[in-house]
T-cell receptor
Framework: DTGVSQNPRHKITKRGQNVTFRCDPISEHNRLYWYRQTLGQGPEFLTYFQNEAQLEKSRLLSDRFSAERPKGSFSTLEIQRTEQGDSAMYLC????????????FGEGSRLTVL | KQEVTQIPAALSVPEGENLVLNCSFTDSAIYNLQWFRQDPGKGLTSLLLIQSSQREQTSGRLNASLDKSSGRSTLYIAASQPGDSATYLCAAYTGNQFYFGTGTSLTVIP
């Protein structure tokens, strides 16, 4: 068990560019969550998957954001036409689906939009 | 919608003190409550998970309690150490989503 892995750890991009983050969950975990966190705030829910199905997406999430989890394994989060307001830490977490599931986080991917 | 609040937002204590961090949630229909630690620029590390049927959980110097009826959880840290300095977050799990508080930033002064 190597834990939740996220890549890249840090991404600096210019406004208007597209960026993609990858998350590899703990191998047997069937739920995968994406969160966004800004300084001094708690994680803000973006979306989650159960296996390959995207079950919920935040209504606050712009259509510039898209996430996939092909084959129910790793997941990618893509942000198109980045804006300075997208600068944040993007956190991925996974859990073994159950009513008592415990959530495990990766180290996060920090995005800086210039 | 579930709302989670953590008080205080920041706390500074001398080394060796015992302390309590508070977490409150508005909807008592939760499956569990989880406490996390976050160091600057890092992800969240799970500390303790309390199932809805439990009243408390302990791990080393940490003890977390849960009172669903009043919508409250506390994290007790005994004999605090400088290495405990971090932000502590709680999250309430409703079966689909985890709702997070904004955290308590703890500084333990040597």
């Amino acid at each position: 068990d190597t834990g939740v892995s996220q890549n890249p750890r840090h991404k600096i991009t210019k406004r208007g560019q597209n960026v993609t983050f990858r998350c590899d969950p703990i191998s047997e975990h069937n739920r995968l969550y994406w969160y966004r966190q800004t300084l001094g705030q708690g994680p803000e829910f973006l979306t989650y998957f159960q296996n390959e199905a995207q079950l919920e997406k935040s209504r606050l999430l712009s259509d510039r954001f898209s996430a996939e989890r092909p084959k129910g394994s790793f997941s990618t989060l893509e942000i198109q036409r980045t804006e300075q307001g997208d600068s944040a830490m993007y956190l991925c977490a996974s859990s073994l689906y159950a009513n008592t599931g415990e959530l495990f986080f990766g180290e996060g991917s920090r995005l800086t939009v210039l | 919608k579930q709302e989670v609040t953590q008080i205080p937002a920041a706390l500074s204590v001398p080394e060796g003190e015992n302390l309590v961090l508070n977490c409150s949630f508005t909807d008592s229909a939760i499956y569990n409550l989880q406490w996390f630690r976050q160091d600057p620029g890092k992800g969240l590390t799970s500390l303790l998970l309390i199932q809805s049927s439990q009243r408390e959980q302990t791990s080393g110097r940490l003890n977390a309690s849960l009172d669903k009826s009043s919508g409250r959880s506390t994290l007790y840290i005994a004999a605090s150490q400088p290495g405990d300095s971090a932000t502590y977050l709680c999250a309430a799990y409703t079966g689909n989503q985890f709702y997070f508080g904004t955290g308590t930033s703890l500084t333990v002064i040597p």
